[in-house]
Each structure stands twice: as C-alpha cells, then as structure tokens.
C-alpha cells in the first residue's frame, strides 16, 4: 500500500514566520523604547514650610486670598483705571506674557519629536509624444503616453532611552515656570502701582494740611500783631494771643497796655 503525501507549500509558511519574526521584534522594540527612561525622575524637594507668620497680627491669615482684584476693597475709581491701564501697557508684563506662548510652542515642538522626524512626499508627471517623423516612427505603436510618479519618505527615531520623553517633561516644567513667572511681574506691577498710588494721595493730604497750617499762622501772626498785644523787643510768648489770659501775674515790660 503506498500513501502519496502531498507536498507543502514552504515558500508561503517562511513568508508568513518571516512576517511573524519581523512583527514580534517591532513589538519588542516598540515595549523597549516606551519603558525605558535613563536619568532619575523629579521629585520636589522637601522645604520646610513655616507655620505661623513671625508677628501675628489679626489683618494677615494663611488661608487663600478670597478677593483677587484686592484693590478694588478701596472703591477708587482713579486707582482701578490706573491698574487697568498697567496691566494693558506695561512692556515687561507684555514681554512675560510671550515667553508664555513661546514655551507653548517649545513644548509642541518637543511633542513632536516622538512622532516621525522626517516626512518626504514627491510626485511628477511628465507627458510624451513621438513625432511622426522621426525615423523610428510607426503607426503601430501608442504614439502619446504619460508617466506618473509619487513617492513618499518617513524617518523615525524612536526613543529608545527616554530623551524625548525627558525633553517633554523639561519644555511642560519651563511652561509652568514662565506662567509663574507672568504671575509674579503681574502682582509685582500691581503692587508698585498701588504702593505709588497711595504715596501720592498721601502727600497732597500733606500738602493740604501743610497749606491749612500756614493759613493758621499767617491769621495768628496778623491777629498778634496788633499794639495790644505786641511787645517791646518783638518776641511774645504764647499766651499773649490766646483768648484766656493768664492766672499768673504779667511782666509790664512784655505789654503795653499793661
């Protein structure tokens, strides 16, 4: 009894381990590349966080500011405008504000370094036609044809040890530290416009004081400048234009009229 086997087809059984092979080491390298990252993670450093203020006083507390546009707790419509107007023109704000959106696209950029690097795309079309008279010309051949062409290319470095997952990580810790950085010119130029503000008002408060006063003493000097009151060397004491007179006996050389 013979029993004819019939023979396999070896050619299509090594494409297909081929394909496998190739499949399971993109795969492995793919497993690599996403949990292998050299260099130690961040971690924040421990600082030591003061409890209480060093003077106590009832007007500070340690709990979240409730009023964000604090200076408007003042009700002055000058020193709002002011800010306002700060806020719209003042260059360094404005400058911090860019470096905001310039470590956004650093970051992107960063992003995009996982995805492939290079990327080609070309294509041509060319037309042709044989003339009838060149010396090879017949009627028998396709005398008008075209050629299409596209191509495309892509170049791909994988991250292997994590330096584009770590350049990610360094572009979104610059993001945040330019917003922080926004934050801080932001308080610092409020501040200093209301700190001006209020030394301002201060000193024509002074100034309207300082105006009064002299009123006073130019109304005073007149009123103690009349014969009752003047004395002989020019100088007078205090009690001499004031309107109780003394209870102790008076000079007659300091008065006159005495």
Same mark, same amino acid.
């Given at each position: 009894m013979r029993v004819l086997l019939k023979p396999e087809n070896t050619e299509g059984s090594a494409?297909?381990?081929?394909?496998w092979r190739i499949s399971v080491g993109l795969a492995f390298l793919l497993t690599i590349?996403?949990?292998?990252t050299l260099g130690p993670d961040y971690k924040r450093p421990e600082t030591p966080d003061v409890a209480d203020w060093q003077t106590r006083d009832e007007a500070l507390t340690g709990e979240p500011a409730t009023q964000?546009?604090?200076?408007?707790?003042f009700n002055d419509p000058a020193l709002d405008q002011l800010?306002?107007?700060a806020h719209q023109q003042n260059l360094p704000l404005q400058i911090a504000g860019l470096r905001i959106l310039e470590a956004r696209a650093q970051l992107g950029i960063a992003r995009g370094n996982q995805y492939p690097q290079l990327q080609q795309a070309s294509g041509s079309a060319t +037309? /042709?036609? *044989?003339?009838?008279?060149?010396?090879?010309?017949?009627p028998l051949i396709d005398d008008d044809f075209a050629n299409y062409q596209v191509g495309f290319d892509a170049a791909w470095e994988l991250d292997f040890w994590g330096r584009f997952r770590r350049g990610i990580e360094?572009?979104?810790a610059n993001l945040s530290a330019t917003v922080a950085d926004y934050d801080n010119a932001l308080v610092s130029l409020t501040a200093e416009v209301a700190r001006?503000?209020?030394t301002i008002r201060t000193l024509e408060e002074r100034l309207?004081?300082?105006? +009064? /006063?002299? *009123?006073l003493q130019e109304g005073r000097k007149k009123a103690c400048a009349s014969p009752r009151c003047a004395s002989r060397t020019g100088r007078r004491p205090n009690w001499m234009c004031s309107r109780r007179p003394p209870t102790w006996p008076i000079p007659r050389r300091w008065c006159r009229s005495c």
């Open positions: 494409a297909t381990v081929c394909a590349s996403g949990c292998t964000a546009e604090w200076w408007k707790v800010i306002e107007t +037309a /042709n036609e *044989v003339s009838e008279n060149s010396p090879n010309f017949s360094a572009a979104d001006v503000y209020v309207q004081l300082a105006r +009064a /006063n002299i *009123v």
